[in-house]
T-cell receptor, first 114, second 113 residues
Framework: GAGVSQTPSNKVTEKGKYVELRCDPI?????LYWYRQSLGQGPEFLIY????????DSGLPNDRFFAVRPEGSVSTLKIQRTERGDSAVYLC????????????FGEGSRLTVL | KQEVTQIPAALSVPEGENLVLNCSFT??????LQWFRQDPGKGLTSLLL?????REQTSGRLNASLDKSSGRSTLYIAASQPGDSATYLC????????????FGQGTTLQVKP
């Protein structure tokens, strides 16, 4: 596609439920990133994929958070046993190759945990 | 641990004014620095990327400078317009071989007609 696509754009769930957020990166981009942005804050790094593998998952806050990218394209961020503190906008970004380069962001998935 | 700070947090200016947004970072061992724009409820749009070996980048009315040794970057916006109203974020990429970015909290700019 022309840009990074994220679905759903909005998700409201109840505390304790399981949530999946999907990211479809720009075609041909090998690097994919997940960030989380709370209101009034800058995005915080969660995890980085190079191809199918998670090259850096140091930003995942705890083991309730998990992400996959099985075919090196689409990625899914999975959150188990959601908590109210998980409410935020989850942003996905992709870039062309290995190493630091220009990142292209999607519009985000806004998660609200009631 | 790298920390990025942006000052001011908010700024309101009349249309036509030239303005400067500031970004500072604590660890000078960066690979590059990016400035982004974020409109309310939207994702981030990359404005300028400065490699660590560069001193500045320009795009239209925007000019970003980088002084790595002092841990500072500025974003200069010339002849501001109401359409420039948005939140501006700076982010640094560490020296490792990854695009992991550390963001500042952003400066929210309002340009009044």
């Amino acid at each position: 596609g022309a840009g990074v696509s994220q679905t759903p754009s909005n998700k409201v769930t109840e505390k304790g439920k399981y949530v999946e957020l999907r990211c479809d990166p720009i075609s041909g981009h090998t690097a994919l990133y997940w960030y989380r942005q709370s209101l009034g804050q800058g995005p915080e790094f969660l995890i980085y994929f190079q191809g199918t593998g998670a090259a850096d998952d140091s930003g995942l806050p705890n083991d309730r958070f998990f992400a996959v990218r099985p075919e090196g394209s689409v990625s899914t961020l999975k959150i188990q046993r959601t908590e109210r503190g998980d409410s935020a906008v989850y942003l996905c970004a992709s870039s062309l190759g290995t190493g630091p380069g220009e990142l292209f962001f999607g519009e985000g998935s806004r998660l609200t945990v009631l | 641990k790298q920390e990025v700070t942006q000052i001011p947090a908010a700024l309101s200016v009349p249309e036509g004014e030239n303005l400067v947004l500031n970004c500072s970072f604590t660890d000078s061992a960066i690979y590059n620095l990016q400035w982004f724009r974020q409109d309310p409820g939207k994702g981030l749009t990359s404005l300028l990327l400065i490699q660590s070996s560069q001193r500045e980048q320009t795009s239209g009315r925007l000019n970003a400078s980088l002084d790595k040794s002092s841990g500072r970057s500025t974003l200069y916006i010339a002849a501001s317009q109401p359409g420039d109203s948005a939140t501006y974020l700076c982010a640094v990429s560490g020296s490792g071989n990854t695009g992991k970015l550390i963001f500042g909290q952003g400066t929210t700019l309002q340009v009044k007609p």
